[in-house]
Each structure stands twice: as structure tokens, then as C-alpha cells.
């Protein structure tokens, strides 16, 4: 059986054209890039956008865009201002272009157009529904979602009736869920048993309205502990907190939930001969929580899926970088020796 | 009094309640404009719009939001102002705490001035500084907590004893409906009468049967309970206040004694305290939050249990003094921030307040098995109790490694109905098991009776209440809120009286089913 694969592997190496052999370069550049082999493969990226691999401009164009959910790297921000426009961008009369504008294959221009000006602000219901529109969904639903939690719910549920189904984002869905139960109580025994991996979303988008909704009665000491952590509020947890049965129920939540997971993985690393209870919490409080987490997503979707993504290493990477960053401006104590390691590591 | 306030608070009220389902989009901001919502207007109660959103129908607190929209149920402006009236202390105290924490709760806020030839004043505002109400606090007494909202002088009468039964017939008479129903009367605090000397005086107890002896004057030398010899000062409230009130119900009437014309007759049970603390032969009655530096003395029943004054024997209603302090409201006329403070009253944030008063809340407390020594001493001092030594082998192991709540269920006398506490202690733990997180735990419902009849028949009875309080508590749990824990219901029959069976109190107290949290011990193989 396997000589029989050999002889098929290579059967196609000799058939296959120069464009599929630079197809294969590129989807191996991502993989590369992926799996943490970030110097060559970025080069190795732009060697594939340049010959116009459209993959591999998108996700030059949205490492160059976004720092954090691209590219957040000691290399990425070592580059000089000449060699990031040697590698990251397009060429152009004017000198560069980052590739998102400039993609080869003229029927992705509104996608490219979609990534590269999505934003955030008074009126992103249109961004999200135009990324949507362009298979970006969990760029659109981010959007989605941090507008719920900037308490703008009035625009999200404002959405035009052809949203093309972004009211069935996953968050909102779990939200739909919630609010039709007769069961309002949320504790940790029935969120961590819940394996919908849209729930850490959903439950931050009921908390922010819990207010005005009256439901604030109904979180547990529990949840509402662990929605502190998951905040980045995790200094302000009670002295009586156990920590042990929170950090256990984070990572079992992890387990569900692809954000959570990067910080889980993260901690993993470090605990081999003990676990160090406080590292998620503190790694939330120093990453400033749940929405840095959520920008952690895939640059491109078109590109790499959110599933392949989220389960690859280059987020658990890019959040390394990002609290080694974040750590020099973080004024309290560091309690986790996980942590501790890691900052100090390379000073 | 009442009718003399200046109107000056504007309250929203809404006309047209329960407005029926139309399509029309409105918009709802928070008074602090940091959250907003919109979806078609479905219906509004006077409390809260329901509108339908991309997520379902959604539930909004109308006092926390502002309306947009033509579709906004027209509001007009209306003053709110009302009195409340009643016990002095918990009028005078614990309402004006009470209500600056709720002006905290709804992220106002409550300005309180003290008038100095009349009632306390307390403006309640919203978070944009506009005033939702002005209360006028009366501390006057029950029965005149009970006159005011008779008369309309008060919207709500807070008092340490239950309304009577003439009294609640007069109230239905002039229309306010009865008094007694779960819609009219909460329990949102206890108390408890106790016992005080001065610190110096060295008795620690007094038997129960003296204490009718003592404050009518059948008793008049310490030496005759056990002190030296020198002649006994009596402190004591008004037999009209609820101090008085409740003293006289349970202690003195049940033996046909009347009070001493030789006592001391003092304003306030913090009077009574300090006279008590200052005199080293005085003895009185007062209430257990206003003790202040007087020695607090056991009650020994007449079977030789002792219960001492604690907040867990108090919320358990065991101490054979225990009183509830009762809020009454009209049939007639509750404004809309009379209701939102009365459901205030139920939060932790206003039990803390409670507790920090000085009175015992209603919030749930934990006692271990360790600690209920009470319990087995109980078990084998009663001579009229059918116990063997198996029953209380199988109840030691029914209740090792398990932990006591607080809530305790009694049922109305002579009937298998849960009582008014009761009734709302369901619902309040209900709510406690909804949003706790439990690990390996099951709960265990536990019926006890009183000695009266045969052991084998109170043995089923006490099964039949446990049942009964299960019933009850899974019918008004949220489905699926109990399916971590295990519920059990279980009697024991007589076997644990907690309180004498020779009186008709002691027997009350001996008719509950308790409440326990039990772990489940796992033996590992």
C-alpha cells in the first residue's frame, strides 16, 4: 500500500504543471506558517505571491493589515520599513500596496476590498455583512459581536432581513437559546456540560445586557468568576476563590471553546511537574481577556478555515509574543510561574 | 401627615397596561446610554416592555431604559410619594438603610433628611439624578404601623408581629383586601426576643416556666431562680408594641399571667437594653438586634432543652423567641417603585443590609453535623419522645458529612399547608439550588414532628411533609435546574424534637422539614 501511494506521488509529480508545483509551494508555506516555521514561510509566501499565488497574497495582505490576528511576531515587527515592503506588500508605481488591494485574480477584489476595510465603529453592521458576504464569517461575526458588547445590541438586531443569515451567528443563536429556556440559571455544572463552541461568546453578550434584562440574578458565583477571568478582570476575584476548580473548569471549557484553547495550549506547556492555577487567569488579565482572544482568529478564511486555524500553533505563537509584549506594561505582580518563565525567557 | 407632602417626585407611570402586541420597532437606552436595544414592541406591564428581537422576546426593566419610538406606550407624570410606617427601630434604622441600598441597587441614589418635628424623609432618585419617589418614614410603633396604612397615611406598614385576626378584619372590612395573603404580607427579616441582665449579674439561664413568674410577679428575688438574694427590677416595652405584643403571646397569655404593674415600661427595646446593662438586679425583654451591651440569658424548656440565641437558631426559628418581621401592603394602592423596592427586599444586597442592622436575614446559612450537638442532646432528654438508639444510628448516618441550611419549613397549625415563611422560603431556595454549583452533593428533605400521637404514625407523617416540601420545591424550581443534584425525602418522626412538646410553640417548632446538603462519598476502587 504505501509503495503503491509512492508510485502515485510520484506519477502526479511528473504530470503536475509548473503552476500546481507553485500551488503546493504556497499551501505548504501555510502549513508552514502554521505550524510555527514563520521566517521561511513567510518568505517562502511571498516567493508564491509574487509569481501570483492569490492565497498567499491574501495572507500577506492581512499579515501586513492586521499586526495582531495576522501577524503579531518579534519578526514580523523586527522588519525594517523596506524589507515589511519587500515581503508583505505588492509592488506598485507608487512603491508598495498591501496585496489585499492588489490581488491578481480581479473576481476576489471585493473580498480583498471586504478584509482590508473592515472596522469596528458607529455603523458596522455594513462591514459585517459585507465580510460575510465574502465567506469571512468569523471576521463578520466578531463584528457582530463586539458591537453586542459595546451595548449596541439596537444595531445588531437592526440588521436588514437579507443578511444573508448572519443573524444566525453562532453566538447569537446560543443567546436565541438562552432566552427562549425556561431555565435561566447559569452555573458552571450546566456551561461546562453545554458543548455548543459558541458559548463563551454567547454568555459575554447576555452578561453585557444582564442589566437592563434583569438576569444578573441568575449567574452563579461561579460563572460570574470565571466571566471576570475571561474579561481580564481576574484581579478582582474573591479571596475565597478556588482556583483549583476554576482553572479546572476553564480548561475543560477550553475543550469547546477555540479561543480559550490558545491560552489553554499556552499554559499546557509549562505545567508538567505542577499546575499552576494562576497562569489562564493571568494570561487573560494581561492580554486584556476575551476579545484579544477573538482577534486571534484566522487572517483569512478563504485562506485558512477558522477550525484549522484555531487548532494550529500560530495562535498559541502570536499570543506568546502578545503577552511577552503586554507584560511590560502590566503593573502587578506576576502570581504564575508559567508566566513568570515565559517573560523572563530571552531577557 | 401623609396627605401634607409636597408632590414634588415625578414617577413614570404607564397607561394602558398590558397594551396589546403591534409591529412598531422602539429603541431602548439605558439611563446610563451605555447599552441600547431595539426589536418591535410586544407589550408593556408598568414594569417591563417586551419587545421581539433577533434572539426572541426579550424582557426590559422599563424603570432602568429610555423609550424611543412612536410605538412607546404613552407615559404621563405622576407624583410619587408615599409613607411607610411602623416599628420604630426597623422603620427608624433598617428602612433608611434598606433604602440607600436600593437607590444603590438601581445605580441612584436616596437622599435622606431627618425633619425635626416630623417624619424622615427619604428622595429616591434614578441615575440621571431625576426623583423616582419621596417616602415618608413614620416610626410610630406596629399598631400604628397598622392605623396608617389603614387610614392611607402609610402605603406600607412594617411591623415585628403578625397582623391579628381583628385587625385583619377591619382591614378587609374597609376594603384592603386580606392582609394575611401571600400578595399582601412578606417576611423579609427575623428577630428574636431575648432575655437580658447586666453582664454582672451570674445568671446564665432561665427555665421557660419562670419567665411568666418573673414578669408578672409571682417571682420577685433572685434567689428564687437560682441568684442571690436581692429583689429583680423588670424592664420592659409596652404591651402594644410588638415587642410587648409578641412577649405577651408567647409567653404570657399561654399560662394566663399578666404583666407586673411593678415593671418599668420603656419607648424602645434599646432602652430596655441599656437600663437592663446598667443595673445589675434588672432583668427585661427586648429584641435580639438591639441587645447592645446586656448579657443575652438562655431559655431551658421545660424538658431541659436549652436553646441559646444565634443567628442560625433564629433563622431556623428554633429559639423558642423567634419573631418575623413582617412588611404589609393595601390591596388598594402600591405604587410602581413601592412594588421594585418590595422585590428589592428579596436580593442579597438588601439581606446584607439587614444583617448589618443587626437583624437575623433570610439569606441561607450552612451548619455542619459537627455542630449539632443540640440535636442528640435533644434527642435523649425528653422523657414523652419514642427514640431508640437504631433510629438514631440510621439519622447519624443519614446526616454524616452533610451540612445544615438554614431554611426550615413549618407548616400552618393543625393543617399540612406550608406556612407564609415557608411558602416563600420554597421559591428562595428554589433559587439558591438554580444558581449553585454543586459537585457531589445530593439534598436531603427531612420531616420531623411533634410527640403527639403514636410513633409509627408521626414516623409517616413526617415522610409525607418531606414529600410534600418536594413536591413543592421541584414544581417551582426552572426545568432542569435540579438535574445535578439529587433530591431525597426522608422522616424521622419525633426522634429529634427540638424544642419541648409541652407547649403549643415548642410543638410548632418540632413540626419542619429540614433542609440538608449531603456529599456523596466516593470509595475509590
Known sequence: ?347 | MFGQLKTIVPCVLALGLATAANAGTIRLTSLDGNTALSGEFVSFDGEKYTIKTIVGELQVDAFQVLCEGDDCPTLEVESAAFGISGSSKVVGNLFADLMFEFGLDIGGDSLTSIGTDGPTMIQLQNELGEELAEVSLMANGSAQGFNDLLSGDALLALTTRAVGNDEKTVFAAAGHGDLSSEAQQKIFALDALVIVTARSNPLRVVAEQDLAKIFSGRVTNWDQIGGPSAPINLYVRDPNSGTGSVFANLVMKPVGASLSPKATILGTDAEVASAVAADPLGIGITGFSDSGSAKVVDIRGVCGIQVPATSFTIKTEEYPLTRRIFAYTSAKDVPAQLNRFLRFLDTDAAQIAVANAGYVDLGVSYQSNDEQGLRYLSAVMPTDVEVSLKQLRRMTGDLMASDRMSITYRFALGSSQLDARARDDIQRLANVLATGDYQNKELLLIGFTDSVGPGSSNLALSEQRAQQVQNALVAAAPAGSLDNLPVRSLGYGEISPLSCNESDNGRRINRRVEVWLRDIVTVSR
Open chain 1, 1 to 347: 500500500m504505501k509503495i503503491l501511494a509512492t508510485l502515485a506521488g510520484m506519477s502526479l509529480l511528473f504530470l503536475s504543471s509548473p503552476a500546481l508545483s507553485q500551488e503546493n509551494d504556497a499551501s505548504q508555506a501555510v502549513q508552514d506558517w502554521l505550524n510555527g516555521n514563520e521566517i521561511e514561510s513567510v518568505q517562502a509566501l511571498s516567493r508564491a505571491a509574487n509569481t501570483g499565488d492569490t492565497d498567499a497574497q491574501l495572507l500577506l495582505g492581512q499579515i501586513d493589515r492586521d499586526t495582531v490576528a495576522g501577524g503579531f511576531s518579534d519578526y514580523i515587527l523586527g522588519l525594517s520599513k523596506a524589507q515589511r515592503r519587500e515581503l508583505l506588500r505588492a509592488p506598485n508605481d507608487k512603491g508598495s500596496i498591501n496585496w489585499l488591494l492588489a490581488l491578481t485574480d480581479p473576481e476576489l477584489e471585493d473580498l480583498g476590498a471586504a478584509i482590508f476595510s473592515y472596522k469596528i465603529g458607529r455603523e458596522p453592521i455594513w462591514n459585517a455583512l459585507s465580510l460575510q458576504s465574502t465567506g469571512e464569517i468569523s471576521a463578520a461575526e466578531f463584528v457582530l459581536w463586539s458591537t453586542v458588547n459595546i451595548g449596541r445590541f439596537d444595531l445588531v438586531n437592526a440588521m436588514p432581513s437579507d443578511s444573508y443569515g448572519l443573524s444566525d451567528a453562532g453566538f447569537l443563536k446560543w443567546v436565541t437559546t438562552y432566552v427562549s429556556g425556561e431555565n435561566k440559571a447559569l452555573t458552571m455544572n450546566r456551561f461546562t456540560k453545554d458543548t455548543d463552541p459558541n458559548k463563551v461568546m454567547g454568555l459575554l453578550a447576555i452578561k453585557r445586557l444582564a442589566r437592563v434584562l434583569s438576569l444578573n440574578q441568575y449567574f452563579s458565583d461561579e460563572v460570574d468568576e470565571f466571566i471576570m477571568v475571561i474579561r481580564g478582570q481576574g484581579f478582582d476575584l474573591p479571596e475565597n476563590v478556588n482556583l483549583v476548580s476554576l482553572n479546572a473548569n476553564m480548561i475543560k471549557i477550553a475543550e469547546v471553546d477555540g479561543p480559550l484553547s490558545i491560552v489553554s495550549r499556552f499554559c499546557a506547556k509549562c505545567s508538567e511537574d505542577k499546575v499552576d492555577y494562576d497562569c489562564m487567569v493571568q494570561a487573560m488579565e494581561i492580554t486584556n481577556g476575551y476579545e484579544t482572544l477573538l482577534a486571534l482568529r484566522t487572517p483569512v478564511e478563504n485562506v485558512i478555515s477558522a477550525e484549522d486555524y484555531i487548532h494550529s500553533e500560530r495562535p498559541v505563537a502570536i499570543f506568546a509574543q502578545l503577552l511577552k509584549g503586554r507584560a511590560d506594561y502590566y503593573s502587578r505582580p506576576i502570581r504564575s510561574s508559567c508566566i513568570a518563565a515565559h517573560i523572563g525567557a530571552g531577557q
